[in-house]
């Protein structure tokens, strides 16, 4: 019999009087709320629309884009590009295939028998070499990660593409078995089967590599293709609709199709970034920016953090490492730095460094916000064979200065609550500080859908001081209020209070049940602060035993109207373009889609914030004979509007 599938932790509670079937529980999505977004946002290019024969290497790590795949190297939309799933991913960066669409929403063909899902299907690739037996195709693979393990029967294929006979072969599937945590792979190309069990992290599982020969005729021609496939199952819930959703996940990693290969070559030849940046701050994501002044002393963090990984067989030196914080809206520009050259990492060896930085966001008074962009590069080397691995060198994160506290990084993997009999009139608290005395305006809530719309139940909107390190006292309390689902779009709910309520030092914000169904509040695996959370059963508050962040914040400041702050402001609009050739030695050239030249000034500064030239930018090549050997910045900025940086290196 089929298992239930969900993400679920489950929290046996021994109080007197209370159901033993009261839990935390952690519920799988039913849509994704980032690609919904996307999706509303963007009129995809690519659209199944072939281009002109793709020409070996094909490389993908998918650390270039984000949401969608690369539409240079894919013709379709329906995977997930992302950081937010996979555990431990090879680099920056994968593909997760799951039972959702390209929209974000489960599919038409859903069911509780396993069905064909999400599909990723390369451009049309030139493998016109006769006889060649080197070529070969490889990939890692990791089942569930931080989302949802797959069933037995829930799939991933790979299939190849015959020019000749318009016909798709499958030549190899992998299942998974939660039971003894063991990979199973098949070969349909020699019909041989390969199992692999991972004792070490039964609960993460480890990126597995997988190796496929292109040897056939049929398949060595002009326009060949490869894909990824997987088939889902939805859980059969019976009495419980929200664990239905974003199940049975697949990620792949470092797509890689090429020649002069062997069936034991899945090793890359990189130094790569593994994991993103976070928040500069100790223990937010965000803060009110008219707080910072006085939170900086304790919240302004003195280093940037990056983790990288040696995936070679031989010793790599880290090369360069380079940081950026852009203001972006301040106008007081970038200021850029070095961690200076690294070490030498030995094979398949994980590195964190902290870049110390004497940096602090540059607080005016006059502004209501602020939003500034991380940046750290990695300079390895100068290799063209390693060219289409340069995306998962670069790192940017987005800190954000609004009017709200938030430890959640605004991306929800799964849900929350406390569900079950015996929480009909459960509570949930969320710890904060305030750092300066202010007006508690809101509360924002994130909260994630449900089949048939099960959670838009009511329940009350709690505020409670802290007394022995818990929540103590109810300072306010809000009847009456639902879950709100704001056009569909990753975005919080807004809860607007009538009354004035004036906070300072430690508080807490949450909500308490009226029915015992699940509210399905949003969750972040990404970040943890089950120490801030607390759940009350009967009348004793208890520390969280799940790792995450619950998606609540509180909203501070000035009178808030509803309509316009559900949307966060926008980030300017940036000028995309190229710098090459790179490296270069004595000119440079600015590669833009769209003609700006006539109104482009450009300045080139070193990585100390020097400036070495500022002027029109006349679409000619620009002289930087006379920089020495190293790295540099190029910016360019269009009169009143648009900006953009890009980094470039001189060699003599």
């Known amino acids: 019999m089929k298992h239930i599938k969900s993400y679920i932790i489950f929290t046996y509670l021994l109080f007197i009087g209370v159901n033993l079937l009261a839990q935390e529980t952690l519920t799988n999505l039913i849509s994704n709320p980032e690609i919904e977004k996307l999706s509303k946002q963007f009129i995809k290019a690519n659209s199944n629309t072939p281009k002109a024969s793709y020409e070996l290497p094909f490389i993908d790590d998918f650390a270039k884009s984000n949401g969608y795949p690369d539409a240079e190297k894919w013709i379709d939309n329906n995977v997930f590009i992302n950081n937010s799933f996979p555990y431990e991913p090879v680099s920056v960066g994968v593909a997760t295939f799951d039972p959702l669409n390209e929209t974000g929403s489960l599919y038409a063909n859903a069911s509780i028998v396993p069905f064909g899902a999400d599909t990723l299907t390369s451009q049309p690739i030139n493998l016109n070499f006769p006889g060649d037996t080197s070529i070969f195709l490889s990939f890692f693979i990791q089942p569930g990660g931080l989302g949802d393990i797959p069933e037995s029967e829930d799939k991933l294929y790979v299939d190849y593409y015959s020019p000749d006979s318009a016909k798709w072969f499958p030549v190899w599937n992998g299942s998974f078995s939660k039971t003894d945590s063991s990979l199973t792979e098949y070969y349909y190309y020699n019909s041989t089967t390969k199992i692999t069990k991972n004792s070490e992290k039964p609960t993460f599982i480890s990126f597995t590599p997988v190796i496929l020969p292109v040897k056939e005729d049929q398949f060595l021609k002009n326009n060949f293709q490869f894909r990824f496939r997987n088939k889902a199952s939805m859980a059969n819930t019976g009495n419980t609709p929200l664990v239905a959703g974003n199940s049975d996940q697949w990620h792949i990693d470092f797509v890689r199709l090429d020649t002069a290969r062997t069936i034991t070559d899945t090793i890359i030849d990189d130094l790569c970034f593994v994991k993103p940046l976070g928040s500069l701050l100790n223990n937010y994501e965000s803060l009110p ?68 930085t004497n940096y602090i966001f540059p607080y005016n008074p006059a502004n209501d916000s602020a939003l500034f962009e991380i940046r750290s590069y990695l300079v390895t080397d100068t290799f063209k064979i390693r060219e289409q691995y340069r995306w998962n060198d670069t790192l940017r994160y987005l800190q954000r200065f609004y009017n709200y506290y938030a430890y959640d990084d605004g991306t929800s993997e799964m849900g929350y609550d406390l569900s079950g009999d015996g929480t009909e009139n459960g509570m949930v608290a969320m710890r904060f500080k305030t750092y300066k005395k202010d007006t508690l305006r809101g509360i924002q809530i994130y909260f994630n859908r449900s089949l048939d719309n099960v959670n838009e139940k009511y329940f009350k909107l709690v505020i409670w001081n802290e007394i022995d390190n818990k929540p103590g006292s109810i300072i306010y309390i809000k009847d009456n209020i639902k879950p709100v689902f704001e056009d569909s779009l990753n975005k919080f709910t807004n809860y607007i209070f009538d009354t004035t309520i004036v906070l300072e030092n430690n508080f807490y914000i949450g909500w308490q049940k009226v029915y015992a169904t699940s509210l399905n509040v949003g969750f972040d695996l990404n970040r943890n602060n089950k120490d801030k959370l607390f759940k009350n059963f009967a009348g004793t508050w208890e520390s969280s035993v799940v790792d ?80 020495p050997s190293g790295i540099y910045y190029i910016r360019i900025i269009k009169s009143n509007g648009p900006s953009g940086t890009k980094k470039f290196i001189v060699i003599r």
């Open 289 to 356: 920016w008219s707080h910072f002044s006085r939170a900086n002393a304790f919240e302004m963090g003195d280093s940037i953090t990056i983790v990288y990984a040696n995936r070679s067989n031989k010793i790599r030196n880290t090369g360069n490492r380079e940081f950026e914080i852009e203001d972006i809206w301040g106008g007081t520009g970038t200021e850029a730095f070095t961690g200076g050259t690294g070490d030498n990492i030995d094979p398949f060896t994980t590195e964190t460094y902290k870049a110390k």
């Open 548 to 627: 995450g962040t619950v998606m609540i914040r509180p909203m501070f400041g000035e009178k808030i109207n509803v309509v316009t702050d559900i949307t966060q402001p926008i980030i300017k609009e940036k000028i995309d373009f190229g710098v090459y050739p790179n490296p270069a030695k004595n000119n440079i050239n600015i590669d833009i889609d769209i003609d700006y030249s006539s109104e482009i000034h450009y300045s080139i500064f070193d990585m100390h914030g020097r400036i070495y030239t500022n002027q029109l930018y006349t679409n000619s090549d620009i002289d930087i004979s006379g920089l």
